[in-house]
């Protein structure tokens, strides 16, 4: 059964750095794109970024030039970097993997950004 395990989140103030990971189990993560998600309160979930098998990245307009999304194959472990954090980031993180066009989730982690 593929489980994902988020962790990493927080408060931080607004121009702060967090880290988020992602750990994956029950999968061979290596042939899989991984994507973070987030949701605001009152609103839908929407793509952050993506990473491709090989490294290739994606990332929503918002988070281009702050947010970096990597992957650790051996730890099968994605992480979202996040920098110059503003109020508008506060939301739950979601991580995700779609397998067999099945969507995988894990319990999200949240981030608040606030002074």
């Known amino acids: 059964q593929v489980q994902l395990v988020e962790s990493g989140g927080g408060l931080v103030q607004p121009g702060g750095s967090l880290r988020l990971s992602c750990e994956a189990s029950?999968?061979?993560?290596?042939?899989?794109?991984m994507a973070w998600y987030r949701q605001a309160p009152g609103k839908q979930r929407n793509l952050v970024a993506t990473?491709?098998?090989?490294?290739?990245?994606y990332y929503t307009d918002s988070v281009k030039g702050r947010f970096a999304i990597s992957r650790d194959n051996a730890l099968k472990t994605v992480y979202l970097h996040m920098n110059s954090l503003t109020p508008e980031d506060t939301a739950v993180y979601y991580c995700?993997?779609?397998?067999?066009?099945?969507?995988?989730w894990g319990q999200g982690t949240q981030v608040t950004v606030s002074s």
């Open positions: 990473v491709t098998a090989n490294g290739g990245t």
């Open positions: 029950g999968i061979d993560f290596r042939p899989y794109p």
């Open positions: 995700n993997v779609r397998v067999d066009l099945l969507n995988f």
